[in-house]
């Protein structure tokens, strides 16, 4: 043992840990919360999702007593944001107007030549034909549902939009119908 350390002239290290601490801290409750906020994130996108899906699902099925477009739209918007007591969406978070849906037509030809025609408008759309002559024809329909993820604490980087102050989410899902 050493003269020092009998005489209590050692060494004194114990705020060392509470320095530490202080230290590193901060870096990990910024690491958590942006854990959190990025897993809000996908949440929200994967809610987003679903509702594309399921809405392309629900239009498999029947279109009741409304357009294509219409049962896609408010399909998307009920998976998302619910419906209310007499069956009518809630309409927040997403509306309508958060939900296109995409038709397109592809006409190859025997030579192997593709021509796509695509619209947001269901009744342009059937008035299309392919051309005359041997070709094969496909038809799609496809609902994106876009929404602004708002985090807790906005980072500028990757794909933020200063303008909404959040994040852009798209997701779209489609089936062939021909």
Do not use: W
């Amino acid at each position: 043992m050493s003269i020092r350390r009998v005489l209590g002239l050692g060494r004194d290290e114990r705020g060392a840990a509470i320095i530490e601490l202080a230290l590193v801290a901060p870096v990990f409750a910024l690491m958590t919360i942006g854990i959190v906020d990025m897993s809000n994130a996908f949440s929200r996108k994967l809610a987003l999702e679903q509702a594309a899906q399921r809405a392309i699902e629900k239009v498999m099925q029947t279109t009741q007593l409304s357009t294509v477009q219409d049962t896609l739209k408010t399909e998307a918007c009920d998976q998302v944001d619910g419906v209310n007591a007499d069956g009518s969406c809630k309409n927040t978070p997403i509306t309508t107007d958060n939900v296109t849906v995409t038709f397109r037509q592809e006409c190859t030809d025997a030579s192997g030549n593709m021509t796509t025609h695509t619209s947001t408008d269901a009744d342009t759309f059937d008035a299309f034909t392919c051309d005359a002559g041997p070709t094969k024809e496909a038809k799609y329909i496809a609902v994106t549902v876009t929404d602004t993820y708002m985090p807790l604490f906005p980072v500028h980087f990757f794909e933020y939009n200063s303008t909404s102050r959040g994040y852009d989410l798209s997701a779209t899902a489609g089936v062939r119908t021909k």
